[in-house]
């Protein structure tokens, strides 16, 4: 096979192995370079290039081999450069430790220059290579370099690169790496949260498209295993932070006074290997935690400085005795090295702190229908410590950005059709969670059912129903609303098979002191875990202020806010018109159907659609208005839009929900007249204005305070309390 047609085949199966694999960004830059060496006619690389099997089983190392080989010789046969800029005081060191394999030092230099925006330098120690490195190096402006005259091996290279860096940071990351997007900024951004943080590793990729490994775990015999090996690069259990025993120096990033702290890698693990399991332990045991986080994705060749993978594998081998010796009292509080204690050993946390949360779907603020409160319980659960997973029923697979966006980055989420069912999901996990927070009927149904046919497979872990809402007290006044009769019998029979649910549960959490007392009823252990909303502290004054505000999310027609809009629409503003002279300003926000949208915006309403901070939208409202005429929970967005201090017209069901007063903390309506009054009065009476809106903040601090929340979810659950339970200052992304 001839050069040029060899070229050819490989460019055609680079091409689609990236555009079939996660890499597909290496790859349309990889097809570019090809593209472009194809029409200049560039085929004269050296010809080891050229010797790289065209049969047999595709390799994509050598894959990614030759298409490095390639763009260096191209680089090296130009005039260019590689021009870093030299900032008085970087950031960020980046040290890189290189022997021979120049091209792909090229790539990773060429990821820095595109992907880093933070001031860095970079530092190389060269151990003395003997290809091409000297000529890239001597193409390098603006790189600090040292050049060895031997090999004095990985770690002596380390700390020598170290002691000639300036950074706050010191990022140790390898030559057979490239950088992705915002990691190093990613990186920094962990550190700066969290004092305790000590190291921070990334979610590292392989030529294959596979997980080399979503940080690592340290065995009581001190043997070492990446997690998640091999898995899909987007494998749930590798999306989430998490505290972990190590992470590969193949990217693992610092802060400068703590590598001196600690004299940096222990030159008795020189040449390599364990060096950095090593430092993670002696961080570990001085309280300075090395964290995991999967937005940083770096692709990594592994073991490029190698003759092979065996000899890597023997040096670390080599290395594990010393390691051991140093570690004894360590290593005696790791989980033996067993596949069925993977799982356990992946977070330092024990059962009790782990909790198993089953939901519809990821619990997003925006979406109303409770799940603004399964998203404050998320939150809380966190906060007071706990490792949380959130099991997702329905199919729906979200961007994993979008499903962090409102969420602590440290929760596990298993969503989407490649996830296990929920009965197969328990059966890998069985032992694993202290306490099961399951919410709505239909789910503890299903898990019921489950649970009637192995009734062992939550053996051990608490089982507390979250009750929303009621949902037949909701359902029996839509039907009356609807014409439709429903006697006594029927009524006690919906409320009865609907209570009968919480059967299997250890535990029911209740929204309301009336919900809790049906519950009870059922002799069940029963507490009241409403909602939390702190109040706004700058709060915009009455003469800032015009128009009506409705804010829900509407995603089925038949729902409380569906027919909510349409009474608003077709009954209540033509009433206020009526009684006023003009059509009121009308705002409606919240995720809803386009056919919704459409509907209000015809009848002269102002419809913004989700937004992601409401605050200016009630910033600017005059009155909130709520005219739910059948529902079953506590109101959220009546809480939320009193706590920003915009005064309320609600419906008798709603206040009889908060226990809250008419003409006190807001105004009760019923009837579109009603309605047209209360939003009359409140347009043009500011005494009764500011006196409901101070109420309606007094009431919010008294009733919905976050304390609450975080004491009910201690008094139910096992394990720790809040004073010494947090256990990583991750936030939603």
């Not at 090295?337 to 990821?362: G, H």
């Not at 419906?651 to 809250?660: F, N």
């Amino acid at each position: 096979m001839g050069k040029s047609s060899g070229l050819k085949s490989y460019w055609n199966r680079l091409r689609f192995l990236y555009k079939c694999s996660p890499l597909q960004k290496a790859g349309k830059r990889i097809e570019h370079f090809f593209r472009k060496m194809r029409n200049k006619k560039l085929h004269n690389a050296p010809e080891v290039v050229w010797t790289v099997p065209l049969s047999g089983k595709f390799n994509p190392q050598k894959a990614i081999d030759y298409a490095a080989q390639l763009q260096l010789n191209a680089f090296l046969t130009s005039s260019s450069k590689l021009v870093f800029d030299a900032p008085d005081k970087p950031v960020v060191s980046i040290i890189l430790v290189l022997y021979n394999r120049a091209e792909l030092t090229f790539q990773c230099l060429q990821s820095i220059l595109a992907n880093v925006q933070t001031p860095f330098e970079v530092v190389i120690y060269d151990n003395g290579s003997t290809d091409l490195t000297n000529s890239l190096l001597d193409r390098l402006d603006n790189v600090v370099t040292i050049r060895g005259e031997k090999n004095v091996g990985y770690v002596q290279a380390v700390n020598r690169a170290v002691e000639a860096s300036q950074g706050t940071y010191t990022l140790l990351l390898n030559n057979d790496t490239q950088l992705t997007s915002r990691a190093i900024e990613t990186g920094i951004e962990d550190l700066e949260s969290d004092p305790g943080i000590g190291g921070v590793g990334a979610r590292l990729i392989l030529p294959n498209g596979t997980l080399q490994e979503a940080g690592s775990m340290i065995w009581s015999d001190g043997s070492t295993l990446g997690y998640s090996r091999g898995k899909h690069v987007e494998f749930y259990e590798a999306m989430f932070m998490r505290t972990v025993d190590y992470c590969s120096a193949a990217f693992w990033l610092m802060r400068r006074k703590d590598f001196d702290r600690f004299h940096g890698f222990d030159e008795g693990f020189s040449p390599a290997y364990y060096e950095e399991v090593d430092l993670a332990s002696r961080m570990n045991q001085a309280g300075l935690r090395q964290v995991y986080d999967p937005r940083i994705v770096v692709l990594h060749y592994e073991f490029a400085s190698s003759k092979s993978s065996d000899a890597a594998i023997k040096l670390q081998v080599a290395h594990r005795s010393r390691f051991v010796s140093r570690n004894r009292a360590y290593l005696s509080q790791q989980l033996g090295n067993s596949p069925e204690n993977i799982l356990q050993a992946r977070t330092p946390n024990d059962k009790n702190r782990r909790v198993l949360f089953i939901e519809d779907q990821i619990p997003h603020s925006e979406l109303g229908s409770g799940f603004p409160r399964s998203n404050l319980m998320v939150h809380s659960l966190v906060e007071l410590g706990y490792e949380v997973t959130l099991f997702v029923m329905t199919n729906n697979q979200e961007d994993w950005n979008s499903a962090y966006r409102d969420l602590p980055r440290n929760v596990e989420i298993v969503q989407g059709g490649s996830c296990p069912s929920l009965v197969d999901f328990l059966n890998e996990r069985q032992q694993h969670y202290g306490s099961l927070i399951i919410s709505r009927p239909h789910n503890m149904e299903k898990l019921n059912a489950i649970l009637a046919e192995k009734p062992d497979i939550l053996s051990g872990t608490k089982i507390i129903y979250d009750a929303e809402a009621i949902f037949t007290i909701r359902e029996i006044e839509r039907l009356r609303l609807s014409g439709v009769d429903v006697s006594k019998e029927q009524k006690r029979k919906m409320l009865r098979e609907e209570l009968h649910i919480v059967g299997k549960a250890d535990v029911v959490l209740a929204v309301s002191a009336g919900e809790a007392k049906l519950f009870r009823d059922q002799g069940k252990e029963v507490h009241v875990l409403s909602h939390a909303h702190s109040t706004v502290k700058i709060i915009p004054d009455v003469a800032d202020r015009k128009g009506l505000l409705f804010v829900g999310a509407v995603h089925d027609m038949r729902s409380p806010n569906a027919k909510s809009l349409v009474w608003l629409c077709e009954e209540i503003l033509p009433a206020i018109e009526n009684q006023s002279g003009q059509f009121p300003q009308m705002t409606i926000a919240g995720m809803m159907l386009d056919q919704t949208q459409e509907y209000c915006r015809s009848h002269r309403c102002e419809v913004l659609g989700r937004v992601e901070d409401l605050s200016e939208v009630y910033h600017s409202a005059r009155a909130f208005v709520a005219p739910t005429q059948f529902a079953a929970g506590i109101p959220l967005k009546i809480i939320e839009a009193a706590a920003h201090g915009v005064p309320v017209i609600a419906t008798s069901v709603l206040t009889k929900q908060l226990g809250w007063s008419h003409e006190r903390e807001l105004l009760v309506a019923d009837t579109p007249a009603e309605f047209a009054n209360c939003c009359l009065r409140l347009q043009q009476e500011d005494d009764l204005w500011y006196a409901i809106q101070q109420e309606a903040l007094k009431a919010v601090e008294r009733d919905y305070s976050s304390n609450a929340i975080l004491k009910t979810l201690q008094l139910v659950l096992p394990g720790i309390s809040a004073e010494n339970g947090k256990s990583c200052k991750i936030s939603a992304a």
